[in-house]
Nanobody
Framework: QVQFVESGGGLVQPGGSLRLSCAASGFAFSRFSMSWYRRAPGKERELVAGISSAGTNTNYADSAKGRFTISRDDSKNTVYLQMNSLKPEDTAVYYC???????WGQGTQVTVSS
């Protein structure tokens, strides 16, 4: 079965950093583009970053450009989101996504607060 396990979230101060991980299993990970989405309190789920199956193309929400970096390690079936210069508005539950997915996972909570 397709499974995603997000981890790495936590409480950080503004300006801090976190590295999120999403360990995937149950499908041909290397054949799929992967994305990170987030859902902040009172807001709709939004795309934060995406990476192509080959890892050669990436895209970011305007709010994430210059601060976040998405990467993948196909040998570990894992996609990462390095988050730097975090802001309170980054507070959200972060989820990984692939087209093969039929339901959202539990996500990982990121809270940016002093």
């Amino acid at each position: 079965q397709v499974q995603f396990v997000e981890s790495g979230g936590g409480l950080v101060q503004p300006g801090g950093s976190l590295r999120l991980s999403c360990a995937a299993s149950g499908f041909a990970f290397s054949r799929f583009s992967m994305s990170w989405y987030r859902r902040a309190p009172g807001k709709e789920r939004e795309l934060v970053a995406g990476i192509s199956s080959a890892g050669t193309n990436t895209n970011y929400a305007d709010s994430a450009k210059g601060r976040f970096t998405i990467s993948r390690d196909d040998s570990k079936n894992t996609v990462y989101l390095q988050m730097n210069s975090l802001k309170p508005e980054d507070t959200a539950v972060y989820y990984c996504y692939a087209a093969i997915m039929t339901k959202w996972g539990q996500g990982t909570q990121v809270t940016v607060s002093s």
